[in-house]
């Protein structure tokens, strides 16, 4: 990767494939890689302005939707257009699903190899984004092709932001989070 690697946090409840991964960002170019193990500390990451969350989704942890879900809230997360890669051993169909039904951008099977690693976060850092703004679901436009046109193949109301409305969008977004931060530690102080 370029100098301008991505910034990456690493999320993993145990830490074991952190340990794994975090290696391989460093040698890609991305010195400016977190790892946080609690949701709270991962949405505190959101703050400071991270573009890929990797989430380590382990066997016997159920609340990897619920999570993603509160990533890409739109009134109360700090940064819902972030990047969201899902590893995993066991993506079957249903988690697979359930997981880009709640706005995951890739999922990367484990075991890995560091290419593998590498493809995604260059996939994820990358590409143009459409998001989509629907009353049920808020995240990136996974769809690749599809016979119908666009405003057919959607129920009710629905916005897309992409290029420069996405950015100016994702740069309101933080820096109303941020602004709420400051004041809220002026009041703590």
């Known amino acids: 990767m370029s100098a301008q690697a991505p910034s990456v946090v690493v999320f993993d409840r145990e830490g074991h494939l952190a340990s794994l991964q975090r290696p391989v960002l460093r040698a890609m170019g991305a010195f400016n890689n977190g790892l946080v193990c609690t949701e709270q500390a991962l949405l505190k990451e959101l703050v400071i302005g991270r573009e890929i969350?990797?989430?380590?989704?382990?066997?016997?942890?159920?609340?990897?939707?619920?999570?993603?879900?509160?990533?890409?809230?739109?009134?109360?997360?700090?940064?819902?257009?972030?990047?969201?890669?899902?590893?995993?051993?066991?993506?079957?169909?249903?988690?697979?699903?359930?997981?880009?039904?709640?706005?995951?951008?890739?999922?990367?099977?484990?075991?890995?190899?560091?290419?593998?690693?590498?493809?995604?976060?260059?996939?994820?850092?990358?590409?143009?984004?459409?998001?989509?703004?629907?009353?049920?679901?808020?995240?990136?436009?996974?769809?690749?092709?599809?016979?119908?046109?666009?405003?057919?193949?959607r129920k009710g109301q629905c916005r897309i932001l992409e290029g420069d409305e996405l950015v100016a969008e994702r740069q309101r977004m933080r820096e109303t989070t941020l602004a709420a931060l400051e004041i809220?530690?002026?009041?703590a102080g």
């Open 184 to 187: 809220k530690v002026a009041h």
């Open 53 to 153: 969350v990797l989430l380590n989704w382990s066997e016997d942890w159920d609340g990897l939707v619920e999570l993603v879900k509160t990533i890409r809230h739109r009134k109360t997360s700090p940064d819902p257009f972030v990047g969201i890669i899902i590893a995993s051993q066991t993506l079957n169909h249903s988690k697979s699903r359930a997981a880009v039904e709640a706005g995951a951008s890739s999922l990367l099977a484990i075991p890995f190899s560091a290419g593998h690693i590498m493809t995604h976060i260059r996939h994820v850092a990358t590409k143009r984004w459409r998001f989509i703004d629907a009353p049920n679901y808020f995240g990136p436009d996974r769809r690749v092709h599809s016979e119908l046109p666009q405003e057919e193949r």
